[in-house]
Each structure stands twice: as C-alpha cells, then as structure tokens.
C-alpha cells in the first residue's frame, strides 16, 4: 500500500481556517486520496475523498497537487469540536483502509 | 438514518478469559469490518466480510480471534483466551459496497474498549 506522511499534530485558533497536509509522493494513478477523523473516544468518520481534482463538501475542501504528490484537507473556520486525529489514506480498488497515525489538531479557544 | 451499533461499549476481563463483541452494521451494507485500534495508534483492520464470507482475515490472529456474520446482518468477534496486549478498542465498520469500490465510505461505530488484566 502506497505511504503517507502527515505531521504529529498541529494547533489553530477558533474560527481561523485550518491547512492539514498529507505526502504521498508513491501515489499511484488509481489512488483515491481519503481523509478521516477521529474525534475523542468516537469512531473515525469520513470527511472527504477526491482523486485528481479538488473537492468540496459541507465539512471540509480538498486540495490536490497538480501532481498528486500532496493533498491538503482544508477546514474554512475551525470550531472546538473539530479537534480530533486526521487520517490522510490512499485507496485503490481492492485494497484495505489502513490508518497511518494521523495529525492530532488543536483547536484552541 | 441508524449507525453502526455496537456492544458493550467497555469490558474488563483477566488474562486467559474469553470475550465476545456484538455490532449492528447500518442497514443494507453488505460489508462489515472488524478493526483494532491499540492506544496512541491508527485503527487496523482485523477481518473484512462481504456479506456472510469472509473476504481479508490476513491480519486477524486465529489462534485466538475468531469473527462470524451469521445471515449477513450482525457480526460477532470474539477472543479466547485473551492476552494483555489485546488491550485496545475494537472498531465495527461497515459500508454500501465493497473495498473493490475505492470510492465506497466506511462508517464506524464507536467502538468497545476492552481492558486485559
């Protein structure tokens, strides 16, 4: 399975918007970059999932390189209940969600 | 729209002792997923069923794990005899399709934290 790198952890303020990058420099044509959280004591959740260009959903924007070797999850204005781990995953047809160790946001008041 | 129900939602036991983990997928998702998640650590997958078979079990240690989904519905997992680093959350998932579908979403359930002593 094709590796991403995201930074430990990462801190913003309320109501500021929030850049998470992902690496994934081994990407493949047929990966689907997918991006979950994980808030305290809660199962993951999905939030977004884009291929080659960028996405737009009611949670969250998704930014994709050119050349898909980075992505960035974009949250417009971060609120208290948005901190939580973010998992960047690649997914190709057939294979499994395997969680890296994702960034841990901060989101102070 | 109902979750993925799971229980119980904890269960401390003693080291060699079994124990059983019960999850309700949403309605109508043929694909079930049984995770572990170990303290400070990403959820990994234990075993995969499409509707009643079985489809990756590779990570699932079978000397000890065993999973069923008996009539495509719910899923049982269960551990016997338990040992200390077995310690984790367990996770159900499931989704509409298939991981042959890379764009299928998984929802999770909140999991059950099973403490070994």
């Known amino acids: 399975d094709a590796k991403t790198t995201q930074p430990n952890s990462m801190e913003s303020n309320e109501e500021e918007p929030v850049h998470l990058p992902c690496n994934h420099s081994?990407?493949?044509?047929?990966?689907?970059i997918h991006w979950y959280r994980q808030l305290p004591s809660q199962g993951p959740e999905y939030v977004i999932h884009?291929?080659?260009s960028n996405v737009n959903n009611r949670m969250a924007s998704l930014a994709i390189a050119e050349d898909r070797k980075s992505s960035t999850l974009i949250l417009h204005r971060a609120t208290l209940r948005d901190a939580a781990v973010y998992y960047c995953?690649?997914?190709?047809?057939?294979?499994?969600?395997?969680f890296g160790e994702g960034t841990q946001l901060t989101v102070n008041p | 729209e109902a979750g993925v129900a799971q229980s119980p939602r904890y269960k401390i036991i003693e080291k060699r002792q079994s124990v059983a983990f019960w999850c309700n997928p949403i309605?109508?998702?043929?694909?079930l997923y049984w995770y572990q998640q170990i303290l400070g650590q990403g959820p990994k997958l234990l075993i995969q069923?499409?509707?009643?078979?079985?489809?990756?079990d590779s990570q699932l240690p079978k000397d000890r794990f065993s999973a069923e989904r008996l009539k495509g519905v719910d899923s049982t997992l269960k551990i016997q005899p338990a040992k200390l680093e077995d310690s984790a959350v367990y996770l159900c998932?499931?989704?509409?399709?298939?991981?042959?579908?890379?764009?299928?979403?998984?929802?999770f359930g909140p999991g059950t934290r099973l403490t070994v002593l």
């Open positions: 081994t990407i493949s044509g047929t990966d689907y």
């Open positions: 995953i690649l997914i190709t047809s057939g294979s499994r969600l395997t």
């Open positions: 309605s109508g998702h043929a694909t």
């Open positions: 998932a499931s989704s509409l399709r298939s991981r042959n579908n890379p764009t299928d979403t998984q929802y």
């Open positions: 069923f499409q509707n009643n078979g079985v489809v990756d």
């Open positions: 884009g291929l080659t």
